[in-house]
């Protein structure tokens, strides 16, 4: 037989495609629309196996869509601002963004290489000045509703990257990028008020019914609600200290309440300026980040205060005053109350200070003795040693109780909180959308005119200087508006600014009056199905819902504050790690297998260490190269195996068997439709059954539930058994007319996942227009269906039989059939349970 060139075939089919600009999204508005959208990826240079797994899932869903008759918006795009680009054209004396254009059109013919149903026409780039200009627009629109200020605060500062992160950005205490330790600094910076918002990015989350479960729950715990109390306590000061308000949650526990803690920016940290000893604990403070996670993972200090606190339920409790460094200043108040029963935190600190630790909850009822030594208890049960609350239940009744109590004295009030922190956008660096305000001779900051945008930057040869390049640019920085001298803000905006408005561009990308068109965003939005990974489930995805909300908010036009509707995260793809005998990271190109075991391929001599199966990353060096597994198996290849074994919201494991496996499936697939092409010369006069339309529309049927369901690697499954089948029947003799229309459908259901070996065939039978074909339920007969067959209650195979059979006969069959009377061979059959339709268990 001959072979299957797909190297010829797909360089073909790519090459129409794109002429015939086959991807195009023609708007007509009269049909019924499809966005589908994957991740925003970062021109790095080279894909790798996680955008080949992204892009081929949102590819098959495109496509499938789009034969079913939906107008398909499936853009692409590249967010290509930020510190990747601007360290590396610090080391290789470049300019960035000759670095990240290059790297933008190498991806761009790696991804369409993919075979990918990509509307390049409307690809955009975020460091294009026909998209960040509108985002300076944005930015100004923002800061006219009060959702943009600046301040000065404490930031999470990246010694390495020498810019501020967000709390968000700042994974176990380090940099998402640099990986270095963060720490606190104080700058004056610019926030969007994400919180003004809080309570609509939380309760919005439930009308989202096509979203992860597990990504709802990220984000309800990030965004944070909490129901307490804000407290008033009385101060005992030789200073004039009257009292100092802090929110808890927990106001039930007072009774346990064994210091005061307030965050080093406190008002009341003023009447401390001149300590020394102070301003020494505030230094040593400044040494960890600003995220609570940062703040819970260091060692808890103190600073103790000649203030005492007076507790509000017992005036003869009186605690003692201390600034903690696990205090942030931005949640609350910046005071809360130690009980260190309850709270594992307070309890570290009342053992490091050696200060009283009273139970106050007990978790039954009749232990009145239960105490709390080494480890905080902090689940439910029922108060004590607690006066007129003794025997509530506790947090349920008890909460309620204490804050009816303290607001009918007025010493109290009952509060909502969130845990969401409002987003600084400000990053110190030079690769990055210019923020469009300038400031006055007093420093004040204003407004850039609008008609001046977009606020352009400059160009640079070579970034030479450590920090941000655009502060040291006095000539760039320095501007005169009628007549009068203004300063530029230095500063430019995260990146993830960039990736939270991308989608709407995506619906008007030629559009230069406005960043989209009202019109076309009415039509598009929200996004049908967005598709990417599970980590961008609190900074990406949080943020693009804000700008939604944000663009709605006082915006007669625009009445979408949900970016996508349907939202799938797929796994990663993981690969066996390697090292050498110095525990050095070994790539897969670097060894050979001999005999069952890993060595290095320029001394077979040393051998390697076979790891853990990990997600591909280049730190380990167990990554695969697209472009190569491409040249060697062809896109179709690559594609069906990055589908097949795993359900794709699971990790799918890297294996050159595997691949090998699906380049070969497609090689009998050919060979398959020179056999069918050959049944079609032949054109029977009649057909000799109408079993292969039962079986075209059941497989229809079937590939449409798993397309419809995600259930990509099961369709694999449906493509080899489709395969078995035709291979075993199409010689069963079929009239011309009926090999062909049933082979069109088969074909054009599986063009989604193989679109090129599809197409060429299609192509062969004459066929050049496609749509999804429709399945007749009632051509369907389930006369026959798998058996499941267990002996002694473990599965040893399915037999397709008709469905009435007997369980006398199903065990004749068994017996006959050589894979399963081994079984049986000398044993004695004792019982048989059979459930018809489904299985037989037969005990011996």
């Avoid at 200020?149 to 810019?163: G, H, L, S």
């Avoid at 594992?344 to 600190?349: N, T, V």
């Avoid at 905080?376 to 607690?386: E, K, L, Q, R, V």
């Avoid at 006095?474 to 508006?481: F, G, P, S, Y």
């Amino acid at each position: 037989m001959e072979r299957y060139n797909f190297k010829i075939v797909e360089e073909k089919w790519q090459k129409y495609w794109e002429k015939e600009k086959t991807f195009s999204t023609k708007v007509d508005k009269s049909k019924k629309k499809f966005y589908c959208l994957e991740m925003f990826p970062y021109p790095s240079g080279k894909i790798h196996m996680g955008h080949v797994r992204n892009y081929t899932i949102g590819d098959v869903l495109a496509r499938y869509k789009s034969l079913q008759g939906y107008n398909v918006l499936h853009p692409m795009g590249w967010d290509s601002f930020g510190m990747p680009a601007e360290n590396a054209a610090r080391q290789n004396n470049l300019n960035p963004k000759d670095w990240t254009e290059s790297n933008v059109s190498n991806m761009k013919l790696q991804l369409k290489r993919l075979g990918l149903s990509i509307d390049w026409d409307r690809e955009i780039s975020t460091c294009s000045e026909d998209y960040y200009k509108h985002q300076q627009e944005f930015f100004l629109e923002l800061y006219d509703k009060g959702l943009v200020y600046r301040k000065e605060q404490d930031v999470n500062w990246d010694p390495i990257d020498q810019t501020v992160l967000a709390n968000e950005q700042v994974i176990d205490g380090k940099g998402w990028r640099s990986g270095a330790p963060v720490v606190k600094k104080k700058l004056n910076q610019w926030f969007f008020n994400i919180t003004k918002f809080s309570n609509e990015l939380l309760e919005s989350l439930d009308d989202l019914d096509e979203w992860p479960n597990k990504v709802k729950i990220m984000q309800k715990n990030w965004i944070g609600k909490s129901f307490g109390c804000e407290i008033n306590f009385k101060i005992n000061s030789s200073k004039d200290v009257k009292e100092i308000k802090c929110f808890t949650t927990r106001p039930d526990t007072l009774f346990g309440l064994s210091f005061l803690a307030l965050s080093i920016d406190h008002p009341l940290s003023e009447l401390y300026k001149n300590d020394q000893k102070f301003l020494d604990f505030k230094e040593r403070c400044l040494q960890s980040g600003t995220t609570e996670e940062s703040i819970a993972n260091a060692d808890k200090i103190g600073f103790k205060t000649d203030l005492e606190a007076i507790n509000p339920l017992d005036e003869k409790i009186r605690v003692p005053v201390y600034f903690a460094n696990f205090v942030l200043m931005d949640y609350g108040l910046g005071a809360v109350f130690g009980c260190p029963a309850h709270d594992q935190r307070d309890l570290d600190f009342a053992n490091k200070y050696d200060l009283k630790v009273k139970t106050v909850v007990t978790p039954n009822f009749d232990d009145q003795n239960f105490s709390v030594k080494e480890e905080a208890y902090t689940g439910p049960g029922y108060i004590f040693n607690s006066s007129f609350l003794n025997g509530l239940k506790s947090p349920d009744d008890s909460i309620i109780k204490t804050i009816e109590y303290l607001e009918s004295r007025k010493l109290g009030v009952k509060k909502i909180n969130f845990r969401l922190k409002d987003w600084g956008v400000s990053r110190q660096r030079y690769w990055g959308c210019p923020i469009p305000i300038i400031y006055d001779d007093d420093n004040n900051p204003q407004k850039l005119p609008k008609e001046m945008l977009p606020v352009r930057l400059p160009k640079i040869e070579k970034l030479s200087t450590t920090g941000n390049s655009l502060d040291q640019l006095e000539e760039w920085k320095d501007i005169v508006i009628d007549g009068k001298k203004y300063t530029r803000e230095t500063d430019t905006l995260d990146t993830f600014v960039d990736s939270s408005w991308y989608y709407l561009r995506f619906c008007s990308p030629k559009n230069d009056k406005y960043g989209f068109n009202y019109e076309d965003v009415n039509y598009w939005m929200p996004v049908d199905q967005y598709i990417g990974g599970v980590e961008h489930a609190i900074l990406h995805l949080l943020y693009s819902r804000f700008f939604m909300q944000a663009l709605s908010y006082q915006n007669e036009k625009l009445n979408i504050t949900e970016p996508f509707k349907g939202l799938f995260t797929q796994g990663m793809v993981c690969h066996e790690t390697y090292k050498d005998e110095n525990n050095n990271w070994v790539s897969p190109d670097q060894i050979t297998s001999i005999n069952g075991k890993k060595y290095l391929k320029d001394d077979t001599k040393k051998e390697i260490k076979v790891g853990p199966s990990e997600s591909m990353s280049k730190s380990k060096k167990n990554t695969i190269d697209p472009e190569n597994i491409i040249n060697s198996y062809g896109a179709d290849s690559a594609r069906l195996f990055i589908l097949s074994d795993s359900p794709p919201e699971k990790d799918v494991q890297w294996s050159e068997e595997g691949i090998s496996a699906s380049y070969k499936f497609i090689q009998k697939l050919w060979n398959l439709n020179k056999i069918i092409l050959e049944e079609i010369k032949k054109n029977h006069s009649m057909d000799e059954d109408d079993e292969i339309e039962i079986f075209t529309n059941k497989f229809i049927k079937k590939i449409s539930n798993n397309l419809d369901n995600f259930s990509y690697n099961i369709i694999v499954a449906n493509l080899h058994e489709m395969h078995s089948y035709m291979i075993k029947n199409i010689q069963r003799g079929y009239k011309q007319k009926t090999i062909k229309e049933n082979y069109r459908k088969i074909l054009t259901t599986i063009m989604p996942i193989i679109p090129h070996f599809s197409s060429e065939c299609l192509k062969i039978i004459g066929q050049e227009k496609h749509a999804w074909p429709d399945y007749d339920q009632k051509i369907i007969k389930e006369d026959k269906i798998n058996f499941v067959i267990q002996i002694n209650g473990k599965k040893r195979g399915l037999i397709y039989l008709d469905n009435n059979k007997s369980k006398e006969e199903i065990i004749e069959i068994v017996k006959k059939e050589e894979s399963l009377s081994k079984y049986l061979k000398d044993s004695k059959i004792v019982k048989m349970i059979f459930v018809p339709k489904k299985l037989i268990n037969i005990i011996i």
